[in-house]
């Protein structure tokens, strides 16, 4: 019983259960089935009855009567099959009920679209269905698609068939997406709606359609995230391209999404964070999930981000180049020897550096596109190539033979091709799409399919730590000593620090400290804002005044550290209601708020990991030793952030620890100031 | 002749040459004329004979005999009409003497396709066209077009009739252009290609398309700027939408434009501030352009960027509200009153801030789209509406007239209305179209819209200053006191220093000055980096150690200045070769090279555009009082800038002049040291 709870808990673990009656039924109800086409219940029917030649349809109406030729059941239990799966279409009031009937009369599998229960009832509903051993979609959703199955249990998307599989939190952003894969010539293999996600998470879904063999990439909208951890281990396990819509990115875009779906929005940083760990490639909007699935599903992925541009034609190498200059392609310089091979084969006035422009080369020849690509794919300086321009409207049969011929060279030696074209209904176009080349009209798709391609490459998925490891640590108290003191035994070298009460003890500690000394406040919480700092105190009579100055109350009297010499970082672990404990560096002092220079991970982050967090900053160089300045000690940084990391998910009643600053200079790292924040209340996970 | 060479020097002048023989001449000549019509002079003398019911057209072909039913002639002396354009489609060796054959033949506008004549021949051409009083085109241009006057020289385009005036510098990109605004509905009124300029540069032609009424908008594809100062000028007076298409914002992408047509590319920095001045709207790709062109020419100016974003499913407002904020739009909160007001019209789960979600209202009834919008429009909280997501789908009659309601209600209230729905070929999406709002597919185009209005709408073109005010000042050497003396004779407060050759000259300082003191080694560039500088140094002994760790050579003793209680940014003027000086003020000291936080504007500038430039750094809030900091002298920085600015217009000798670090305290601004560099050749302007 105690491993069925566990499973349940935690739907990414190795027991985590079959979506079989959800996704593939042999019987299904719709209860609420209604004769109105123009309503949803009607519409249900429809979509149900499309696959009755695959399984028994049992149509349930209060008032009984035929709905679409087939005859209807005034109650589940009058149906002459039990139903695998019942999709209750009702008022919320009767939801319950229709559960209740539903688990009595067999369902394995509950499919609740009706919305509008509260969120106490919601959870209770998914505790019965889940203690029933069956499974709860919903409520609040819009329903389930199985493209093999011929389930269709969502009709009011027209999801054209394809590999997609989607999971998806808003039906018109479900809408939209199956029309714009349709016009990109992508379909679906299966959808299913997360709604208010009383039972079934995201994490279990990803898990199924992982398995689902006609599922070759998994696409995302998701605004509330549950059990983050669950989710993050199932994308990363899934062992096929995740593409992940995540809203929220600027205020108002949280603010949206946590009144539609009462969901606790994730921090975008924090999400970024989990898609990195987990493998899973983030987007915006659904055209660029559409542009990320079909690249991923038809592209190859690149060894690295070295992209060579060509073309016919110059201003169009000018604009890929600024456009995958943004998307965080890199377009290296070429070396002089194969410079010297290209301007072998291309006129006298073209130009051989990259972005390559053949500067009517192909007009004289249209071989000089072969000649040229060869060249770059055996030169090995080159991990993907974009052609730009002109390409596909020469319109010759030796331009289709070209494409084939650009096409296979590509292929064989592993290096992505996408060629953006003015005539991508050319044949030359054709003959690149069918043998394995990515086309687009529009240099923006191109290059964005490049990016997700490079992102997914780079991404191997690494295994997500879990939330909570080792024994808990009892918990610490609040305020500045105990904060202090936490963080020095996880292992953070805290500056020489004593609390004194009055005048005199000040006096005392910093003749023991020596001088020159610093004056904390302890009263208020951002001791600095309040005035409630004094550094650089050298003399006993700069403390009184110090002392006179500051708020009344507790003090600490601390050893001046050598400001000058190091650049503040800014280390801390939080506690995301979502996905667990997650490291923070960062740049600190002042320049922190405005530039907001951050890298954030997944708690707990070994040394190497946390070394590489800070190389990411864009103060990285500063520590690295640009011009002119020391290299400081960048691992003890590291150290820092890995310690504080691993005490995070040992002490779940921490929500926030912070060190800030945190002084980086050659010969160390050293905490300077500490913060502690308790969980208020029991927090998930 | 001294007033006509200066206006050919100042195309921006008020005497501007008139381009009538060029866009609408009453004869034409096609010298290169070919039967072939795979080769350019064949699809030029078909083109040319387009026009044939408007203007007689001449055909030039060295052997003579007919072309496509027209007769040829051997030379432009043979022509029965005297030609007032002639297009020269000839080899390049053939080029002079075909341009001294049309003007013999009475010319006055030349284009010329042909490629591949030298910088210096090219530059001569021109001027011996424009000594002649004609207007030469080109060379390496793809010819002109004018949709009204049916004058189709650039017949490898086929462009779609409209309102756009296009001014390229690429043949494949205008390609590109005329095939996106196909799909977009949109058309052009002219073309012209820009070609090496060796005459007519983009300012004249701005000039041109300024005055031609069938033009209502004017594109831009610039890599070499020219006279920048003119093409700004020229932008600014054209009193219509200029957006202007501008690669080379990445390192490679300035490789690229520099290759493609000898351009010297302009740091994109100071193409955008350009922009500011000049009211240009600036995109980066051919698709942004369109998208730009569609947006102002039909869509209204908003009068800030608060937008609103409303529609009927939550996940597309979350989208909607993502998107925009990227793109630099406000989702402002809402009053209490609106909301209320918003509540009583939505059903209880709707949201009624900003994104406001209907929740399924317009499902109820499709007039809450109206009730709604009517709250906002009236409620004077909205610069803009964005409807996102379903509408255009519901399908009824009502929805129609609702839709003609909202873009009514819109108009009159002067509110821009973007639309975005998934069914924009509805009878609700066509007759919103039809009523004056703009619809699209995609959310990305539809926020890009909203942008381009609002961009446009904030840069009312200031008068653009010339790049040379006033008295030239006298030369001034190069050197650390010479610049110093510079910038303070402009008006810069520079910190106390004295020069010294010796250790005793530099005790003698310090003495005068008073310690702590600074210590400067002047031998090399970049003084901090070479540990050429020691800063508070506190006594004699000090002065001793740091004197003999410096490298040897001259120096500068200086009174320390107090960098804890201020923010050091950095102040300078650069003389950009094509649009003359600019002045630059950013985030100095180590921080200034890895966040790059700086603002760019074109010199001179008054104090108060230079304080908002200061004000527009990210850094802004250090300066003004951020966390309890105090606030900072922002206006003696400003002044500083200005001054520099000021300076650089009457100093045409001067390349770069820095004031890096400008230490601004909360009493005032300090510079702390200066660098000049002399321009090495005579420079334009």
Redesign the interface.
Known sequence: MLVCMLQQLHPGGPGSRSLDSLFAPRSVAIVGASRDPGKWGGLLARGALKGRHRRAVGLVNRNGGEILGSPSYRSLGELPDAPELVVACVPATFLEQTVDDALAAGARAIVGIS??LGEAEERALGEGVREAGAVLLGPNCLGVFDRDEELDLAPWVDFPPGEIGLI??????S??LA??AERQGLGFSRFASLGNQADLEAAELIESFARHDATRLIAL?V?DFRDGRAFARAAAAAGKPVVL?S???????M???R???RALVTDLTVVDAVCRAAGIVRV????ELIDAAKALLHGRPPRGRRLV?L?????????A??????HGLK?PLLTPRLVAELAAVLPE?A?T???V?FAGGAEQDIRTFERVVRLLLDSGEVDALLVT??FG?YGTAAEREVAIALASAAERSGVPLVVHS?HPESEAARALISSGALVY????PAVRALAALAERAEREPRGIPAAMTGDALSQAEEGYFASRRLVSEAGVPMVDAQAVATAEEAHAAADELGYPVALKALASE?K????GVVLGIVDAAGLDAAYRGVPAGACSVERMAPLGEGIELIVGVRRDPRFGPMLLVGLGG??A???R?VAVALAPVEAAEAEQLVRSL?????LEG????PVLDIAAAARAASALSHLAVRAPWLAELEVNPLLVTADGALGLDARLVLGTREERP
């Open positions: 919305a509008g998806a939190q808003s039906g018109n952003l809408l939209e029309l714009l909208y605004e819509l809203g929220g990115g600027s205020e108002a875009g603010r949206a999404a009144s539609h779906t915006l909007t659904p055209r541009v073309g016919d034609g110059g201003g169009h190498g000018v604009v180049a600024d456009v995958a200059t943004r377009l006035t130009t550096q990259n972005p422009d321009g002109y409207g003015l009209l529009e240099i923006e951002h600095s804002d309040a005035g002042v320049y708020e405005v530039f220079d864009r103060c990285a160089p500063l640009a011009r002119g300045k």
